[in-house]
């Protein structure tokens, strides 16, 4: 590897704070030879603390069957045990919920289109298992069967499940796919404790106020690690009503041994169609992870809705409104599940249709007002299939060591001409590393030409403050990997307020709250950087937002998008030890065609720049683990690296060779310590 691209990998790699952030570098499973046909492997995936024992289901196997695939983790390498099978092999999708304990010794599946026959017949009542491991084989065996305790047609008993931490609680949702307005409100979800030797009988979550008739009572479930409190939504909320309502999330707290409701949630969006707030559930500790995957506010640097809504419990209950709203990255899916374990934290896709992606967030430490931060994106390596996502991302599980994870992928089909979705189970080798620099005001800029119908160009010269985040993907096992560069999301806004125009007939136009987006489409590939750190970004979507205002008229929202009509260039430099990483864009072209309510009048827009931003510099001398403590294992790091004739431990001029120059540049950086 030459030195340039050896430093420009050193500095992502401490510039993050953390240890590089790999995935599990294993093999990825074949798929049983007998009719996978629409399997959808990797539709539900669970994985123990230990990251040694993993469950991912295909309930479409065998014609809706169901099939869940155990793994075991021996010696850094994922090895496939038996695979179990339905009961009554009738279409039952066994394998539709999976949850596990931390140990990874009790896991309950379920099997919601399973037939009750006794005592009457109901197709699609459901059915819930708990299997148990032997720790010494490595088999798992069933040892209880739950149906609903008032079983009924397409009552779907099994419908989500989950269990805590200790793996002596379980939560079964019953959510009707045919709606409780054709029944007795058969939609529900039930809790069961095992006492050390054997599970108690199902205890009803009764839902106070009831939800509606179609809401889905029991369509997601989640517990909190310690068992104390089961959250329980009904995300399916009247569609166009007037006015709007919301999803509901029920809380409940175990007192004394009594499920008591001390919570029901609610957000409500003015103006929206769709409200399914609550399909997605997680708990981080006793807060509480919800979102509305239908929800489309914008965050604050315009990112993209749906937020994730972060509740914190004080005084034995949640607030009505959230502590936090946590916006995703611009090519981020909606969230449809949260995998919590310490302090990382997996946001899987929602609807296996559409998911296309894996994100992962770290704990903010360093910010109070913030939970979590943006850490890596995981991405199919597999085309889409007939432009859709292949669902990567719908399921996904990980140890207490974020490294080891399984993502799930049961859209895949073997070729983008097959819709056979047999699925995938990934153990990922490559990820994304997030590096968000910061615009310098002073070398960034746009010149901004209007051209108006028969008038004169106007030209308006525009400072841009603002940020921009780039990805940098890594192997897992530290072979080479040429240097590429993703764009994940790119916000300018201006240092000017505001900026006043000739507008046709002499009226003039105020435009303000300018705001450019910069988006790569998730289709595209990352960039090469060459030797000399240069690189060209194209494929990308640009987007204008801004208010405007014509004449003495109110002002409106503005929007305008387009694709990117030229390559942009760019060059990453710098980045030696203790020096910033710095980007330069030196050749920003946008155009548009933007509507301002002129009609014939309106003007053609084209814009030209240049955008200079770095990396600040953190802790260039912290090398080794423990992150964020120096001591005499970084100062063991460095010298292995000096003895190798690493480029990574060249850090002073002149480049090139290793010498007194650069121990004695360490040295300084380790005196000065860690901010």
């Known amino acids: 590897m030459n030195t340039c691209c050896a430093a420009l990998g050193l500095v992502l790699a401490l510039g993050a704070g953390a240890s590089p952030l790999h995935g599990q570098c294993a093999?990825?499973?074949?798929n049983p030879v007998n009719d996978t046909e629409c399997a959808r492997f990797g539709y539900a995936s669970v994985m123990n603390t230990d990251g040694t024992v993993a469950l991912v289901s295909g309930p479409g196997f065998d014609l809706g069957d169901g099939l869940v695939r155990s793994f075991e983790r021996v010696g850094g390498t994922w090895q496939e045990g038996l695979a179990y099978g339905a009961r009554q092999q009738t279409g039952e999708q066994f394998g539709w919920a999976i949850a596990m304990d931390d140990a990874g010794t009790r896991a309950i599946i379920t099997a919601p289109r399973e037939t009750v026959i006794l005592p009457g017949f109901f197709l699609a009542a459901g059915a819930a298992y708990v299997f148990e491991r032997d720790t010494g084989t490595g088999e798992w065996s069933q040892t209880q069967m739950w149906n609903a305790p008032e079983p009924g047609f397409e009552n779907n008993f099994?419908?989500?499940?989950?269990?805590?931490?200790?793996?002596?609680?379980?939560?079964i949702g019953q959510s009707n796919v045919i709606g409780t307005i054709f029944q007795d409100r058969v939609d529900g979800a039930f809790v069961s404790t095992h006492d050390g030797s054997a599970w108690g009988p199902l205890i009803e979550l009764v839902p106070s106020p009831p939800p509606g008739d179609t809401s889905n009572f029991g369509e997601s479930v989640a517990i909190s690690p310690d068992g104390m409190l089961i959250a329980v939504a009904a995300p399916q909320s009247p569609a166009f009503a007037d006015p709007p309502?919301?999803?509901?999330?029920?809380?409940?707290?175990?007192?004394?041994g009594t499920w008591v409701q001390?919570?029901?949630l609610?957000?409500?969006?003015?103006?929206?169609?769709?409200?399914?707030f609550g399909t997605a559930l997680g708990f981080d500790g006793d807060t509480l992870l919800v979102c509305n995957p239908s929800e489309d506010t914008k965050g604050p640097n315009f990112e993209p809705g749906p937020p994730i809504c972060i509740y914190e419990r004080s005084g034995n209950a949640y607030p009505a409104e959230p502590d936090e709203l946590m916006f995703q990255t611009a090519a981020a899916p909606a969230p449809g599940g949260f995998v919590v374990r310490n302090d990382t934290l997996l946001v899987t896709g929602w609807q296996f249709a559409f998911s296309g992606g894996l994100m992962q967030y770290i704990r903010d430490a360093a910010n109070p007002d913030r939970t979590w931060k943006f850490a890596s994106s995981f991405k199919s390596e597999n085309r889409d299939k007939y432009g859709s996502p292949t669902g990567y991302g719908f399921s996904a599980a990980m140890a207490d060591d974020p490294n080891v994870l399984l993502v799930g992928e049961p859209r895949w089909s073997p070729s983008d001409f097959s819709v056979n979705e047999p699925g995938l189970i990934n153990f990922p080798d490559r990820v994304f590393r997030e590096t968000g620099f910061e615009i310098s005001p002073d070398n960034s800029f746009l010149t901004v030409m209007f051209d108006f119908p028969g008038l004169e160009t106007q030209f308006l010269f525009v400072r841009l403050l603002g940020l921009f985040d780039f990805s940098f993907p890594e192997n897992c096992d530290g072979a080479p990997l040429p240097v590429q560069a993703v764009i994940d999301h790119f916000t300018l806004t201006t240092v000017e307020d505001e900026f006043v125009l000739d507008?046709?007939?002499?009226?003039?136009?105020?435009l303000s709250e300018v705001v450019i987006g910069l988006t790569m489409d998730g289709a595209s590939d990352p960039s090469p950087v060459d030797s000399s750190g240069f690189t060209s970004f194209e494929g990308m979507t640009v987007k204008v937002d801004a208010m405007v205002k014509v004449g003495l008229l109110p002002?409106?929202?503005?929007?305008?998008?387009?694709g990117q009509t030229s390559p942009m260039p760019a060059l990453f430099f710098g980045g030696r030890f203790g020096e910033p990483l710095r980007l330069s864009i030196p050749d920003l072209n946008l155009d548009f065609s933007p509507d301002l309510g002129l009609g014939a009048l309106n003007p053609t827009v084209t814009a030209q720049g240049d955008i200079d931003g770095s990396v600040p510099s953190q802790c260039p001398a912290d090398l080794a683990e423990p992150f964020g403590v120096l001591n005499f294992f970084d100062l063991v790091e460095y010298i292995a690296l000096y003895n190798a004739q690493d480029p990574g431990a060249d850090l002073a001029a002149p480049f090139g060779s290793l010498n007194f120059f650069d121990v004695f540049a360490y040295i300084t950086a380790f005196n000065a310590g860690c901010p």
Do not use: H, K, W
């Not at 093999?27 to 074949?30: E, Y």
């Not at 507008?503 to 105020?510: C, H």
């Open 27 to 30: 093999d990825i499973p074949d």
């Open 158 to 171: 099994g419908s989500s499940c989950a269990i805590n931490a200790a793996g002596d609680i379980a939560v």
């Open 245 to 256: 309502e919301s999803g509901l999330v029920y809380v409940f707290e175990n007192q004394g």
């Open 262 to 264: 001390t919570d029901m």
């Open 266 to 276: 609610s957000r409500v969006i003015p103006g929206a169609s769709f409200n399914s």
């Open 503 to 510: 507008g046709p007939l002499g009226t003039p136009i105020t």
């Open 555 to 562: 002002a409106f929202p503005f929007s305008a998008e387009g």
